[in-house]
Each structure stands twice: as structure tokens, then as C-alpha cells.
């Protein structure tokens, strides 16, 4: 098991920017590709982007040329840099793990609360 806690989350302005983080502990990190999913009110979870720790990337069509994913692999922490934030972003985010060999994300963090004002 992989521990995983977000941070950075917060109130921002429509078109304003964010970068949450998720700090990575435990088994070799390495060997988790490391995601993140938000859940705004009344909707279901969705993927948002993702990164293996050799920096293959994939990001979600709704966040594509706004956010981007990225890590650090001396502190193993992964960040999401989100940009030119809409009002529909508002969401808990979250990042979760899995094993490079497996299909589910098996590990998640607590969540971070993002809110997008007009």
C-alpha cells in the first residue's frame, strides 16, 4: 500500500490558477501510477489526469490545455497545475494509486476541496 495526502486546494476566481499536490509514502512509488479524480456535488467521480514515475502522462478531454500533471521524483510528490479555472471545476480532488500491473486504483487520499467563483 502506497499512503497518499493532497494538499493546495482553496477558493480561487474564475480564470484563476491552482497546483495541488500529492505527497507519496510507503512501498516503492515507483512502481504506482499515481492519478488524479474530482467529484463535484451530486456527480460521479471522474479521471482528470495520471502520470506513471517515468513521466508518461495522460490528461482527461475536459482538462486538456488547462491542466497539466507533473512529479517529483526526489520528494515523490505529484502536482496538477490548473489553469484558467472555471466555475465548473469545483470539485473534491483527489489522488489515488495503482500498480503499474494492475487495472483499479486501489489507494486514495483524503481529498482536497477546489471552489471556482464567478
Known amino acids: 500500500q502506497v499512503q497518499l495526502v493532497e494538499s493546495g486546494g482553496g477558493l480561487v476566481q474564475a480564470g484563476g490558477s491552482l497546483r495541488l499536490s500529492c505527497a507519496a509514502s510507503g512501498r516503492t512509488v515507483s512502481n504506482y501510477v499515481i492519478g488524479w479524480f474530482r467529484q463535484a456535488p451530486g456527480k460521479e467521480r471522474e479521471f482528470v489526469a495520471a502520470?506513471?514515475?517515468?513521466?508518461?502522462?495522460t490528461v482527461s478531454a475536459a482538462a486538456k490545455g488547462r491542466f497539466s500533471i507533473s512529479r517529483d521524483n526526489v520528494k515523490n510528490t505529484v502536482y496538477l497545475q490548473m489553469n484558467s479555472l472555471k466555475p465548473e471545476d469545483t470539485a473534491v480532488y483527489f489522488c489515488?494509486?495503482?500498480?503499474?500491473?494492475?487495472?483499479?486504483?486501489?489507494?486514495w487520499g483524503q481529498g482536497t476541496q477546489v471552489t471556482v467563483s464567478s
Open positions: 489515488a494509486a495503482r500498480l503499474t500491473s494492475a487495472v483499479d486504483f486501489g489507494s
Open positions: 502520470t506513471t514515475w517515468s513521466s508518461r502522462s
